[in-house]
């Protein structure tokens, strides 16, 4: 399995970016896909998950309220939306996939992509 993140860059406070997240994977809808960030001196931490079907997401309170995680399994494709971003935002975020469990915690993911870095100017 192989994971290819896009769609980081610079943006001011305030601002969006969407991410996309592409899976090589026969059966994509059997794991559950995680986002993780992780910034400079820290761990890598939770930012949304979304189950295989689609049907059950969730945020770490970090993000939620400004943050949309979605998947399109036609596509073999997850997508993070992050809106009004903040420069504690600022990290290389992450895609994960997990055949078992939710994909919430990053001991469970099974696959990861190589990241793509997210900076918010202030």
């Known amino acids: 399995v192989q994971l290819v993140e896009s769609g980081g860059g610079l943006v001011q406070t305030g601002g969006s970016l969407s991410l996309s997240c592409a899976a090589s994977?026969?059966?994509?809808?059997?794991?559950?896909m995680g986002w993780f960030r992780q910034a400079p001196g820290k761990e890598r931490e939770f930012v949304a998950a979304?189950?295989?079907?689609?049907?059950?997401?969730r945020y770490a309170d970090s993000v939620k309220g400004r943050s949309t995680i979605s998947r399109d399994n036609a596509k073999n494709t997850v997508y993070l939306q992050m809106n009004s971003l903040k420069p504690e935002d600022t990290a290389v975020y992450y895609c994960?996939?997990?055949?078992?469990?939710?994909?919430?915690?990053?001991?469970?993911?099974?696959?990861w992509g190589q990241g793509t870095q997210v900076t918010v100017s202030s």
């Open positions: 994977v026969r059966t994509f809808s059997n794991y559950a």
């Open positions: 979304i189950s295989g079907s689609g049907v059950s997401t």
């Open positions: 994960g996939a997990a055949l078992l469990g939710t994909a919430t915690i990053a001991t469970s993911i099974d696959y």
